[in-house]
């Protein structure tokens, strides 16, 4: 099972809404709505932001939200602010109880 | 509240094996799906696999089938991940993340470092 596509880096200005993309295939993110986003500030363990596509835990501003179309997912952060710099990783249940991360996102402030 | 805390960093030679410990409380134990995942330095998260704790049934992605091994004590509500014949490039942070039941990892422990190197 090969990783999920990302861009390597996003940027934006404090404010502004962002988009990161994840892209994998018809037998990934395609056929299941299981695609989870997390959050990585350096040194520190992931957070979970979304599951099921576009759902928020509890806690979790709704400045970030989830979609997906076709075999894409993407999580936009709006409102940019300098706390959201960080790593941003998707990943997508595959069947069989399996699962598979993106290649990782670094969201950049300006 | 829910937290899972992990074992102390470790240093390995290549070969070797190692046992990294989760253990967790704020919830009942055997009532979620405990996962593994790692990351190696610089680099993307990676998914290792699952236990069940209430069956000790297991799940290992695909990479890790002969060298990782997932069990649980619930007398002490504790996961483990063993990881034998230790190369190089098995120098990581190992993380335990707990599920909730709708296939996202939903909490994480802080991780331990292993060090392989001779």
């Known amino acids: 099972q090969s990783a999920l596509t990302q861009p390597a880096s996003v940027s934006g200005s404090p404010g502004q809404s962002i988009t990161i993309s994840c892209t994998g295939t018809s037998s990934d993110v395609g056929s299941y709505n299981r695609v989870s986003w997390y959050q990585q500030h350096p040194d520190k363990a992931p957070k979970l932001m979304i599951y099921e596509g576009s759902k928020r835990p509890s806690g979790i501003s709704n400045r970030f939200s989830g979609s997906k179309s076709g075999n894409t997912a993407s999580l936009t952060i709006s409102g940019l602010q300098a706390e959201d710099e960080a790593d941003y990783y998707c990943c997508s249940y595959v069947g069989g109880s399996f699962y598979v991360f993106g290649t990782g996102t670094k969201v950049t402030v300006l | 509240q829910v937290q899972l805390v992990q074992s102390g960093a470790e240093v390995k030679k290549p070969g070797a094996s190692v046992k990294v410990s989760c253990k967790a409380s704020g919830y009942t134990f055997t009532g979620y799906y405990m996962h593994w995942v790692r990351q190696a330095p610089g680099q993307g998260l990676e998914w290792m696999g699952w236990?069940?704790?209430?069956?000790?049934?297991?799940n290992y992605a695909q990479k890790f089938q002969d060298w990782v091994t997932m069990t649980r004590d619930t007398s002490i509500n504790t996961a483990y991940m063993e990881l034998s014949r230790l190369k190089s490039d098995d120098t990581a942070v190992y993380y335990c993340?707990?599920?909730?039941?709708?296939?996202?990892?939903?909490?994480w422990g802080q991780g331990t470092m292993v060090t392989v190197s001779s």
């Open positions: 993340a707990m599920e909730l039941g709708r296939q996202a990892f939903d909490i």
């Open positions: 236990i069940n704790p209430n069956s000790g049934d297991t």
